[in-house]
């Protein structure tokens, strides 16, 4: 599948939000497949998004939105759909914390990415995201909530 260079972006965009990355050093850590993603459950999630990119007027950038979604399949398929562009790490998991780290390529850009994902229930996650490309390095803070039913 062939992507076009700001499809490309935005998905790997999408992957890194949704990515996982290093837990407490003293927890005991299991590699899991790619299909391991955290159970979470299907319905309406709030997200409130910090994103930081030192040296950037306006900074730091936050956005509240909501939409009808399935995090964990999301997380599943946006992986899936990004192997093609992207190296990824084994999944990581550490207590209630997932890991990975990814590499993609998009133009003549390497990005590179460390993502931590915590899961505080089935209802609840936390993603912060540091990405590098080239010079320019960004650090995104996700908090997710569920908050009901879909309409």
């Known amino acids: 599948m062939k992507f076009h260079a700001h499809r490309r972006i935005n998905l790997c965009f999408l992957l890194i ?12 850590k299991t590699v899991m497949a790619a299909d391991d993603w955290p159970p979470l459950r ?3 999630w709030e ?3 910090t994103i930081e990119t030192p040296g950037t007027p306006g900074d730091p950038k936050i956005m509240q939105f909501a939409s009808c979604a399935n995090p ?3 997380m599943k398929n946006q992986t899936k759909q990004l192997l093609s562009i992207c190296k ?18 998009i133009g003549e850009d ?6 931590v994902l915590t899961v505080e229930s089935g ?22 909530s569920l908050k009901g039913a879909c309409p």
């Open 17 to 28: 939000v949704h990515a996982v990355v290093l837990a407490a050093a003293n927890l005991p």
């Open 42 to 44: 299907k319905g309406m």
């Open 47 to 49: 997200y409130h998004r």
């Open 72 to 74: 964990g399949e999301d």
């Open 88 to 105: 990824i790490s084994p999944l990581v998991r550490a207590g209630s914390s997932y890991t990975y780290s990814a590499e993609c390529k």
């Open 110 to 115: 390497l990005m590179i990415s460390k993502s």
């Open 123 to 144: 209802n609840a996650y936390s993603i912060i995201v540091e990405t590098q490309t080239g010079t320019k390095a960004t650090r995104e803070v996700l908090k997710a």
